[in-house]
């Protein structure tokens, strides 16, 4: 991966297209993932060398197996790859002292002045060097999931429960309760197969006791709305609830 040098910085530009947020949820749900803020979403950050500081917005994001690597936009509309952890240290007042010394004799001799990135690293000969490349290698593009046509009306459904969770709520010091489902099958005249799909674990649902693999029935409407990129769909106000 070849790099770029300007204003004592080494970038890393992206060598092929890169994942772009969804929406704002989806970015604030991903921010929070990498560590890089605990509930407000951040909008711009620090990138940093040993002598001059910018300030940056995350752009998307590309995956190599199972490590992500941001790609992060300068003022100018220059670009660069940096690992999550990284760009989460770079957001420390202490950050880049220690290796001060050390970037200005790189820089005396004509080299880069700043510490690569772990992408780069990876990429470029570091540790782990051959697992990141053979993910590389194989990675396929992605399918997307088709949209399915959803019901306006309250329907009936068949599904399995999957797993009881939590989803980070910005508005409160609580995360809210989540039961996820699988194998969700609307049934009837006009039967469709979501897949799977996710609800608010509510204090209604609480009194029916429901474990993992609990086979169910129940009426509700369907929406779009995503848990995550491999949920998409929602179930709102289930009732009418029976346990097979």
């Known amino acids: ?64 197996g199972n490590m ?33 010394v050390v970037e200005a004799e790189d820089a005396e001799s004509g080299e880069s002045s700043v510490a690569p990135s772990a992408y780069a690293d990876a ?41 009881f969770t939590t989803k980070p709520n910005p508005f409160s010091d609580r995360d809210d309760e989540v039961l996820l489902f699988e194998e969700v099958a609307i049934v009837g005249e006009n039967p469709l197969a979501i897949g799977d799909a996710w609800c608010g674990y509510s204090n209604t649902l609480k009194g029916f006791g429901l474990e993992v693999g609990n086979v169910i029935t129940f009426e509700g409407k369907v929406v779009d709305k995503k848990f995550n990129k491999e949920i998409l769909y929602k179930v709102n106000n289930p009732s009418k609830l029976v346990v097979q």
Not at 45 to 58: C, D, L
Not at 132 to 141: E, L
């Open 68 to 100: 992500s690597v941001l790609i992060v936009e300068f003022e100018d509309g220059r670009e660069t790859s940096i690992h999550p952890a990284y760009l989460k240290e770079m957001q420390s007042g202490t950050f880049g002292k220690e290796t001060a």
């Open 123 to 163: 990429v470029e000969g570091g540790d782990g060097d051959k697992p990141v490349k053979a993910a590389k290698a194989q990675k396929k593009p992605k399918e997307k999931k088709e949209k399915l046509e959803l019901p306006i009306d309250k329907v009936k459904f068949t599904a399995k429960v999957k797993e």
């Open 1 to 64: 991966m070849e790099a770029t040098k300007g204003n004592n910085l080494k970038l890393y530009p992206p060598q092929e297209d890169y994942i772009a947020f969804d929406n704002e949820e989806d970015y604030a749900e991903k921010g929070r993932a990498w560590g890089l803020f605990a509930k407000t979403p951040k909008s711009q950050f620090w990138y940093k060398g040993a002598t001059s500081q910018h300030q940056v917005s995350i752009k998307g994001y590309q995956e190599y």
